[in-house]
T-cell receptor
Framework: EPEVTQTPSHQVTQMGQEVILRCVPI?????FYWYRQILGQKVEFLVS????????KSEIFDDQFSVERPDGSNFTLKIRSTKLEDSAMYFC????????????FGPGTRLLVL | SQQGEEDPQALSIQEGENATMNCSYK?????LQWYRQNSGRGLVHLIL?????REKHSGRLRVTLDTSKKSSSLLITASRAADTASYFC?????????FGAGTRLTVKP
């Protein structure tokens, strides 16, 4: 069964460093998403992406964040200058031809900013 | 806010019993989805119910949706220890999905 994959599974970085989190969505999906979950808290929407552009973003997704689909398979989330409060689990998700269809989540990348 | 809020926050039952979790939300939705998350792991999609549907079944899961009350419920029948996890409802209106804080379900063997 096709699945969303994410790399790395864990990343430790120093405050102020840039990190890139990578995702490979399900191959025939058109909508892509990033979410984050701070330890013990709810899953929070960051951004949705369709047709090579951001379609919606939350208030969390400020200028420190950017997303890119550099090729036909990868979908990346970049945090330009990490802060301690960026420590969280980051989930990528994808859905099919309609944005409101079921979103399939990857296993997540646990980011720790020191 | 469109996001769902689950109730109760935590639920502990014996294996074989039924578990009911509720979700309330505040704005219009296109659909409502329930997800499950084992501790520290990814989210697994359980079931999607559209705004024009009232009830849906999938195996031991039964989901209801009452758009007039802006609420949904997830019923897990004949629970098993392996059902122990956090359960989240998520509401979708446009291109994002908003999650509630979840119900932590513990099923004791």
């Amino acid at each position: 069964e096709p699945e969303v994959t994410q790399t790395p599974s864990h990343q430790v970085t120093q405050m102020g460093q840039e990190v890139i989190l990578r995702c490979v969505p399900i191959s025939n999906h058109l909508y892509f998403y990033w979410y984050r979950q701070i330890l013990g808290q709810k899953v929070e929407f960051l951004v949705s992406f369709y047709n090579n552009e951001i379609s919606e973003k939350s208030e969390i997704f400020d200028d420190q964040f950017s997303v890119e689909r550099p090729d036909g398979s990868n979908f990346t989330l970049k945090i330009r200058s990490t802060k301690l409060e960026d420590s969280a689990m980051y989930f990528c998700a994808s859905s099919g031809w309609r944005s409101q269809e079921t979103q399939y989540f990857g296993p997540g990348t646990r980011l720790l900013v020191l | 806010s469109q996001q769902g809020e689950e109730d109760p926050q935590a639920l502990s039952i014996q294996e074989g019993e039924n578990a009911t979790m509720n979700c309330s939300y505040k704005t219009s939705i296109n659909n409502l989805q329930w997800y499950r998350q084992n501790s520290g792991r990814g989210l697994v999609h359980l079931i999607l119910i559209r705004s024009n549907e009232r009830e849906k079944h999938s195996g031991r899961l039964r989901v209801t949706l009452d758009t007039s009350k802006k609420s949904s419920s997830l019923l897990i029948t004949a629970s098993r220890a392996a059902d122990t996890a956090s359960y989240f409802c998520a509401t979708a209106f446009s291109n994002d999905m908003r999650f509630g804080a979840g119900t932590r379900l513990t099923v004791k063997p």
